[in-house]
């Protein structure tokens, strides 16, 4: 069992540029989570999917779009890079949202730079 | 709203020795708590968690934690520091209820040095 896979795991990026991260699990999770983690900051929730076929807000969410067309992906997409959105994202996954109780399961990341 | 506090962005210890990470929480609700270590280029992995059941937490590699309401706190506790602990630990918290959408709030890490 892989758990969670991301890719690519590192990319530089042209600002303006339009770039999407992608995140597959293959536990059946419910529930999946974009981060992004910032030296000092700690990791801050952009987007999340309780179930497939809806997405919410999380902390950071502008500049970031999200879509979940079935259980298993869970795509990042930024329609236009900027210099700000330079940072390492983690996709996690969880097997239900319900309650707040069940772990967190995380990917191996993807190191995004924006010139 | 809720926010997590980690105290002391690096910690150093010998091996061997006690290892303590420090996390206050702040919540207007009962909060579920966790802790996760990232291992250099690698995604967190969950040590523990406190999910309102025993106040004193043991997790996984020897580590345990104990929830304190009265201090706010949850600080991450070992016995004796192996060369292998050194990674960035994040301290997290969340709110039970079946309106949570699971979303966890962390703390800005604490990176654990430790020396031989």
């Known amino acids: 069992i892989a758990g969670i896979t991301q890719a690519p795991t590192s990319q530089i990026l042209a600002a303006g540029r339009r770039m999407t991260l992608r995140c597959t699990q293959d536990?059946?999770?419910?529930?999946m989570y974009w981060y992004r983690q910032d030296l000092g900051l700690g990791l801050r929730l952009i987007h999340y999917?309780?179930?497939?076929?809806?997405?919410g807000k999380g902390e950071v969410p502008d500049g970031y779009s999200v879509s979940r067309a079935n259980t298993d992906d869970f795509p990042l997409t930024l329609a236009s890079a900027v210099p700000s959105q330079t940072s390492v994202y983690f996709c996690?996954?969880?097997?239900?949202?319900?309650?707040?109780?069940?772990?967190?399961?995380f990917g191996p990341g993807t190191r995004l730079t924006v010139l | 709203a809720q926010s997590v506090t980690q105290l002391g962005s690096h910690v150093s210890v010998s091996e061997g020795a006690l290892v303590l990470l420090r996390c206050n929480y702040s919540?207007?609700?009962?909060?579920?708590l966790f802790w996760y270590v990232q291992y250099p280029n690698q995604g967190l992995q969950l040590l523990l968690k406190?999910?309102?059941?025993?106040?004193l937490v043991k997790g996984i590699n020897g580590f345990e934690a104990e929830f304190k309401k009265s201090e706010t706190s949850f600080h991450l506790t070992k016995p004796s520091a192996h060369m292998s602990d050194a990674a960035e630990y994040f301290c997290?918290?969340?709110?039970?209820?079946?309106?949570?959408?699971?979303?966890?709030?962390f703390g800005q890490g604490t990176t654990l040095q430790v020396k031989p």
């Open positions: 406190y999910t309102s059941a025993a106040t």
């Open positions: 999917s309780n179930t497939a076929g809806t997405t």
């Open positions: 996690a996954s969880s097997d239900s949202a319900s309650g707040g109780i069940d772990t967190q399961y």
């Open positions: 536990m059946r999770h419910n529930a």
């Open positions: 919540s207007s609700v009962p909060p579920y």
């Open positions: 997290a918290v969340t709110s039970p209820g079946s309106s949570n959408t699971g979303k966890l709030i």
